[in-house]
């Protein structure tokens, strides 16, 4: 065994990814903080030298997942230039989450479906919607959308719905088929009806100058 393999992750780290396995899988509710050491393999003391208490770990195993979800989009919005095409690509990012065998749903809905209100971490499962709200309203207006925040928030009710769709019926190609499908006819729509209304604008411009 080299050194690399045989130097262990850092207690930080291995709390970490035992959290990420065990809150996705189970649910951040039904996991006791114990079982977290245990997967962890480290002393009840590592815990508490890193976090503040369970609270804290969920708010960093979320953290940990709005990091991945949001570096998954970055790349897939990258490929591309045209607003239309980012758009899309939001879908293919998706689309991969979905193809994962461990998907269990959005860990953002599910998490704020468990925890009680006044739970701090509840902030990081809002500000993963906002971002991704506003992923979606800003390509929206660049596409030139005629109601860009009708857009997003169509957008955004089509990729919750998805995300709903591959955890609860089992078949996540579908859902990500599905959706991205959806978002051509609802992207086209908004900008067609955009281009119809500026085109309406110019023709009695242009009749007068004929």
């Known amino acids: 065994m080299d050194e690399t393999t045989s130097v262990r992750q850092p207690a930080r780290e291995r709390l970490l990814a035992a959290a990420e396995e065990l809150f996705y899988q189970e649910g951040v509710q039904s996991v006791g903080i114990d079982k977290v050491i245990e997967r962890a393999g480290v002393a009840k003391a590592s815990l508490y ?36 095409a980012r ?18 749903g959005c860990a953002f ?34 596409a030139g959308a005629a109601n860009p925040d009708t857009l997003a928030r169509h957008l955004l009710l089509l990729y919750d719905g998805a995300a709903a ?26 900008c067609s009806k955009r281009a119809r209304s500026l085109a309406r604008r110019r023709t009695p411009y242009s009749r007068a100058r004929a």
């Open 49 to 84: 030298s890193n976090f503040k208490g369970k609270e804290d770990l969920v708010r960093a195993y979320l953290e940990a997942r709005f990091d991945a979800r949001r570096a998954a989009i970055e790349a897939k919005l990258a490929l591309h230039a045209a607003p239309r």
């Open 87 to 104: 758009l899309l690509s939001v879908f293919d990012a998706m689309a991969e989450a979905f193809a994962k065998p461990n998907y269990r």
């Open 109 to 142: 809905m599910r998490a704020t479906a468990e925890m009680p209100a006044e739970a701090s971490a509840r902030q990081v499962c809002d500000d993963a919607r906002g971002w991704t709200r506003g992923i979606f309203l800003g390509l929206a207006k660049e």
């Open 165 to 190: 769709s591959a955890q609860m019926d089992g078949d996540a190609a579908a859902a990500a088929a599905a959706a991205k499908a959806a978002a051509v006819l609802l992207i086209d729509a908004a």
